[in-house]
């Protein structure tokens, strides 16, 4: 029986086909509470065949407890930064994602953030909660310039809203759809300097990589559009934290709305936490219902497929033979 560490948590706390589809599969599965640190994964590692990950650091070092038994890692999501792709290569383990599940919940969360930022709805909410009727103005988003970083599926789904909106649309990024970019009226710029110097709105949506580690930072902040926001829906490390709660706090930058930290959960002393003009929610973009039933669904799926050496839907090093594990 093959034996499969499970530490996706809305995997786990999410009722739906993915659970009647990992039981029928007849393995054994463990489950621990992720995102696991290095040290809680290294713990774990060493009896698992299988293993459907979250954003659990899994670095050459756990890769390396994990063998000779670890045949497969099934990512929940589509996010692989912290898997050590080069180390799962070199020992032949084949990374599994989850293409195509999630840009639309992710799109409606940056929308949700953005409006929020734009409406004051913390500072309404809590206003009216505690007893007051305390009002802001607020600023529409017709006829403003939405700034794309990464036009992938997730980016796409941002731009067709911020059509519905009425908002003008550029983008800026190695994912370019030619068709879809002029059936948008999107316009494409060469940097990121430049989408950041006329975007009212930039909303992030870019993979995690050295070169958009620390993307927006303050050499960046600094060409920044006069009182713009800026929305992040994809990684953490793509800006800088202390520059950002710098550019909040000195007004450069008018707003911060993020669901995604560059350390999660956050210590009570993170830069961006107590902020009045930030929003953070707690990595929750994905998580819907549908989302998370989609997302979990194609997980198990991809490791079933990849157990009978069959193609899943996604394998970010193809270049690993699935079948000669098997």
Request: glycine letters at 8%; a neutral charge; proline letters at 4%.
């Amino acid at each position: 029986m093959s034996r499969v560490l499970l530490t996706s948590t809305s995997f786990q706390d999410s009722p739906g086909e993915h659970q009647a589809l990992l039981k029928s599969t007849g393995w054994e599965v463990v489950t621990a509470r992720g995102p696991l640190s290095e040290a809680e994964t290294l713990a774990l590692m060493g009896e698992f065949d299988g293993y459907i990950c979250g954003d659990d650091a899994i670095t050459a070092q756990v890769i390396a407890k994990a063998l000779p038994r670890l045949k497969v890692i099934s990512k929940y999501g589509i996010g692989t930064d912290k898997i050590d792709i080069k180390a799962a290569t070199a020992a032949g383990i084949p990374v599994l994602f989850t293409p195509g599940v999630n840009h639309t919940t992710v799109a409606e969360h940056a929308f949700l953030l953005l409006l929020a930022l734009e409406r004051n709805f913390i500072f309404h909410t809590e206003s009216t909660r505690t007893g007051g009727w305390k009002r802001k103005t607020g600023f529409e988003l017709f006829g403003k310039t939405i700034g794309i970083v990464g036009l992938g599926r997730i980016g796409k789904e941002v731009a067709i809203r911020a059509k519905a909106f009425g908002m003008q649309i550029v983008a800026f990024g190695n994912h370019w759809d030619a068709s879809f970019a002029q059936t948008h009226n999107i316009k494409r710029l060469q940097t990121v300097n430049e989408l950041l110097s006329i975007s009212d709105y930039v909303s992030l949506h870019t993979d995690l990589k050295p070169e958009t580690h620390n993307l927006i930072r303050a050499e960046t902040l600094s060409k920044l559009k006069p009182g713009a926001l800026i929305i992040n829906c994809a990684r953490g490390e793509v800006v800088n934290s202390a520059d950002v709660a710098a550019a909040l706090k000195s007004g450069k930058l008018r707003g911060y709305a993020t669901d995604v930290l560059d350390q999660e959960p956050p210590a009570a002393d993170h830069p961006l936490i107590n902020l009045p003009n930030c929003i953070v929610t707690p990595h929750v973009a994905s998580r819907t219902v549908e989302s998370v039933e989609r997302q979990a669904t194609c997980a198990v799926q991809n490791l079933l497929k990849a157990f009978r050496g069959e193609k899943p839907e996604g394998i970010k090093n193809p270049e690993v033979t699935l079948s000669r594990h098997f």
